[in-house]
């Protein structure tokens, strides 16, 4: 019951995320709102980090270059889940945004890129992404 | 409208690689430290952006109201509840519940048109096709179960 709630949460706070950026972006810029909401988060966080204190668990020399760059994506993410809110309202938005999200994941399932373990590319993904994509196209009919 | 879709299907994609660079920095970093990285990296870059497409208008901000300097808190709610649901559901379910709890709130706002947002007028027509994408989401992730759920039955 906690995990559902959690889990719930989780998803009600990104789609705030998303919200809140459109609505910051309204009064300040797009790219103001992503390094304002970004710079507070990055303070936060590393507040915590130091409450937390495991520093052990902080080996990023451990890490391939390539992945600790992940962060620097968040700035087009960013800018372009607010320009498509304004454009297309949230709902449309965010269902675009998970099939592109499901859509990546599965290529890189079937393709074992990044060191993933490859998988055999099956029925179900392809017909769960289909139903996703009508799905987008009912909202829009 | 097709530009709203070119960019959020840009910015899905990228969630998607960028979720597996930040799982691969997970696994030698705990979860605060990688949100650190991840978002210090993230505040560079757009910050970077801004200076290239908006120059000195970066450093206007006259328009600002104070709750904007909080809205970032909402990311670290974000990572607590991620970590807190996947650690006792598990991948699977909890991403399938993440993303249908995203979808729930996303129909939520456009009725509500909260924030002075542009308000998209609730229709049966947009639940439907809701129900369709969530129903779509727990095929993919369920389907032939791909991943071993290892961590469900620990959690309880």
């Not at chain 2, 691969?24 to 978002?39: G, I």
């Amino acid at each position: 019951m906690r995990g559902l709630i959690f889990a719930f949460l989780a998803g009600a706070f990104i789609t705030l995320q998303g919200v809140a950026n459109s609505r910051i972006s309204q009064d300040i810029g797009t790219w103001q709102a992503a390094a304002i909401t970004q710079m507070t988060g990055f303070v936060t966080a590393l507040l915590i980090l130091m409450f937390v204190r495991e520093s052990k668990w902080r080996q990023f020399k451990q890490v391939k270059p390539l992945y600790l760059t992940g962060g620097a994506l968040a700035a087009i993410i960013i800018f372009g889940n607010v320009t498509a809110i304004q454009q297309t309202g949230v709902t449309f938005t965010i269902s675009a945004l998970l099939i592109a999200q499901l859509g990546l994941t599965f290529l890189v399932d079937i393709n074992g890129w990044f060191g993933v373990v490859k998988q055999k590319m099956k029925l179900p993904q392809f017909i769960g992404i289909v139903m996703m994509i009508a799905g987008v196209i009912i909202l829009r009919l | 409208m097709l530009l709203g879709l070119f960019w959020a299907l840009l910015a899905g994609s990228l969630v998607g690689l960028q979720n597996i660079y930040n799982s691969k920095v997970n696994e030698h970093a705990n979860s605060w430290a990688t949100t650190t990285l991840v978002l210090g990296l993230g505040f560079l870059t757009s910050f970077l952006f801004g200076l290239i497409f908006e120059g000195a208008n970066m450093f206007r901000l006259e328009h600002m109201q104070m709750w904007f300097w909080f809205s970032g808190i909402i990311g670290v709610g974000v990572v607590v509840c991620m970590v807190n649901g996947i650690k006792l559901l598990g991948p699977t379910y909890a991403v399938s519940i993440v993303m249908t709890s995203q979808l729930i709130f996303a129909l939520l706002w456009d009725s509500l048109g909260w924030f002075g947002l542009q308000q998209v007028p609730f229709t049966w027509k947009q639940l439907v096709g809701v129900l369709v994408i969530v129903a779509g989401i727990f095929v993919f992730k369920f389907g032939g179960l791909r991943q071993p759920s290892k961590s469900v039955a620990q959690g309880k």
